[in-house]
């Protein structure tokens, strides 16, 4: 019984991280779900095309309108302050699956894009975020993963040693 529940949980944690992070909205459903722009930060689509290039996901964060991008191991990827270099694990990134970042851009034919925070609040993990965005002039990025707290599905494998490890010590506290 114990196998077949850490098998199951495998599999749970497997198609987790396979999951594509994010979805897509209408710009005038988004206004009315996630409030209004707080802070914003608009580049090229092209630049934005390069930067996810081969990657899996990217996080981003803007503070004080400045954007910084990063890949899933928290090297950035844009951004004049820190590029190049690797964010701490503690420094706070929204994570989107870069898959949903090309149907996002598929569905324009723009030559800009904006990354967002907008005013409305969400609960993840006991913890309150904004909504954080990637926005063409018709259509909205949500729902992306904040990390810190839920790192879950950008880092699924250290997230399954963790449980294997976890699994372990429930068989001999429970057993």
């Not at 098998?7 to 005038?28: D, R």
């Not at 290039?53 to 191991?73: C, P, R, S, T």
């Amino acid at each position: 019984m114990k196998k077949i529940f850490l098998l199951i949980l495998f599999f749970v944690l497997f198609a987790s991280a396979l999951m594509a992070q994010g979805q897509i909205y209408k710009k005038a459903d988004a206004e009315v779900q996630f409030g209004e722009i707080v802070q914003k930060h608009t580049i090229d689509v092209s630049l934005l095309k390069n930067i996810i290039a081969g990657k899996e996901k990217i996080g981003f964060n803007i503070n004080n309108n400045l954007l910084l991008i990063a890949d899933e191991n928290r090297n950035v990827l844009y951004g004049t302050l820190f590029f190049g270099k690797k964010i701490n694990d503690s420094e706070l990134l929204f994570y989107f699956g870069v898959d949903m970042v090309q149907k996002l851009l598929s569905l324009s034919n723009e030559e800009t894009v904006t990354f967002t925070i907008r005013a409305g609040k969400r609960v993840v993990k006991g913890e309150t975020f904004n909504y954080y965005c990637i926005e063409t002039t018709q259509w909205v990025l949500q729902l992306s993963n904040p990390c810190p707290p839920d790192c879950l599905l950008i880092f699924p494998i250290d997230y399954m040693f963790f449980s294997a490890h976890a699994g372990i010590l429930s068989k001999r506290i429970f057993s």
